[in-house]
């Protein structure tokens, strides 16, 4: 496998990978926590943070954890990072503790988490693997702070919480409902996709290696069934 | 066997090591997280009895009250009481502050902690402000959110009686 640059790595999921728009992960807290600006950018930054230091971790540990052990040790390392980034949040900022509510607990089954995890931190060093949680938790913040941006401008009128009295009239509560929520999740993926001309990896352009499967599926039959490796 | 006993070394030391941080954090956090609470609390305590200036902490171990009910605060100059429950919506962890005065009308409630994922239980709470039983009875619960709703009416219930008991047993107007 060609290697890749720091900052390839870095910026690698703000865009060409955004876990959100482009690989479809964390889809559930992407719709539940982006009524709201100031919820959604301290959910993105909550699992940033969590991102990096489990991937941090498990890239220190990659030759140590048994691969049929990997799966539970993942787990225990994501869990107790998320529920010290719990205790930080509970105890530093409260008011967006209570806005994120049972959200910041589940970002431990969070699938951006477990698949960089399994797809690039036990493959890589831990500088790469810290740049890789960098990237794809700032991905996740830009991706969940301009979906919260237009569902709470457009469909509440107002901004962090604070009322915006000339949107008052012209507001479109279907934004801040679970469908609003839906229809520009897809808009969003759209663009991304025209403003990388398609370049963005599709599912299908995922090479088997980088399958969370890989280890435990068949080979060859993914080539079988026509995915490209 | 050789192979089971290494796997399983490396998970328990992973579990130690995750359990060291978790304990350090916690020893740091513990006393603010308290403090947050403690703020919290007397910041609802006024959000739920508007014309309460000054309350305090009545002993409810020689009541029988409902489970949910946590804690009871009395406002000395006799305006009501401030009932603290904890129940379960569609999460646990639910903690409801209502305050109810002397004739047994609620003044006001609030939800300071929730596991809830619709988010109904922060903004349901003002539909009961300045109803009695009777009334709170007709309050609708929101579909697709039965159970946060529905807990959070029988807690409102539960918060009334209470008060109404305390007010009983000492005086009050119930």
């Known amino acids: 496998m060609k290697e890749k ?47 990096v ?25 994501i869990a107790g990072f998320v529920t010290i980034v719990k205790m930080l949040v509970q105890a530093f900022l409260p008011d967006l503790y209570v806005t994120l509510g049972v959200f910041l607990d589940l970002i431990t089954v969070n699938c951006i988490i477990l698949g960089r995890a399994e797809m690039f931190a036990n493959k890589n060093t831990v500088i ?15 991706a969940l ?19 915006i009295p000339f949107m008052e009239e012209y507001k479109i509560e279907f934004l801040t409902k679970a469908p609003g929520g839906l229809l520009v999740f897809g808009l969003m993926i759209a663009l991304i996709y025209v403003v990388t001309k398609g370049k963005a990896p599709t599912k299908k352009s995922f090479s088997c290696e980088g399958c969370p499967l890989a280890s435990t599926c068949q080979k060859g039959v993914c080539q079988a069934e026509g995915v490209e490796n | 066997m050789k192979t089971y006993l290494k796997n399983l070394l490396v998970f328990i030391s992973i579990c130690g090591v995750m359990t060291l941080l978790l304990a350090t954090t916690n020893y740091f956090t513990a006393p603010i ?28 171990s020689t009541f029988t009250l409902p489970e949910k009910v946590t804690e009871v605060y009395k406002e000395t100059g006799g305006v009501g009481y401030v009932v603290k429950l904890t129940t379960s919506g569609y999460g646990s962890g639910m903690v409801i502050m209502c305050g109810v005065d002397m004739n047994g009308t609620v003044t006001g409630t609030t939800c300071i902690a929730s596991n809830e994922t619709l988010g109904y239980e922060k903004t349901f709470g003002e539909n009961f402000t300045n109803k009695n039983n009777a009334e709170i009875d007709s309050v609708d619960t929101v579909a697709g959110a039965t159970k946060t709703t529905e807990a959070y009416k029988d807690a409102v219930i539960d918060a009334v009686n209470t008060a109404n008991v305390l007010a009983k047993e000492n005086g009050g107007a119930k």
Do not use: Q
């Open chain 1, 5 to 51: 640059s720091s900052l390839s790595v870095l910026l690698n999921g703000i865009i060409k990978e955004n876990p959100v728009l482009v690989l479809v992960l964390g889809t559930c807290p992407t719709l539940a926590t982006t009524k709201t600006v100031d919820g959604a950018f301290g959910m993105g930054l909550a699992a940033l943070a969590v991102l």
């Open chain 1, 145 to 163: 702070t301009v979906m919260a941006f237009i569902r709470e401008v457009f469909g509440a009128a107002t901004f962090a919480g604070n009322a």
């Open chain 2, 33 to 60: 997280i308290k403090e947050n609470e403690r703020t919290a609390t007397n910041k609802a305590l006024k959000e739920v009895m508007p014309k309460g200036e000054t309350f305090e902490m009545v002993d409810i």
């Open chain 1, 53 to 77: 230091c489990s991937n941090i971790f498990i890239s220190m540990l990659r030759k140590i954890i048994p691969e049929s052990m990997r799966i539970p040790c993942y787990i225990v390392i």
């Open chain 1, 128 to 142: 790469h693997s810290a740049l890789d949680g960098v990237g794809m938790g700032l991905g996740f913040t830009l």
